[in-house]
């Protein structure tokens, strides 16, 4: 099973999905974005 991360929208709190039905456990808030990842990509400019 995999976990996905997301964020709420409404507090800024994560949330961790382990169903298809997903809400945020903090205030309730059901529109949520998916967690960005924390690294940086390189572009090389040539």
């Known amino acids: 099973m995999i976990i ?4 709420c929208i409404h507090c800024g709190r994560e ?9 945020c ?3 309730g808030y059901r529109v ?3 967690k960005r990842s924390s690294l940086a990509k390189e572009v090389s400019t040539d």
């Open 15 to 23: 949330a961790k999905s382990l169903d298809k039905f997903i809400r």
């Open 32 to 34: 949520l974005a998916k």
């Open 4 to 7: 996905m991360a997301y964020v």
């Open 25 to 27: 456990q903090y205030c």
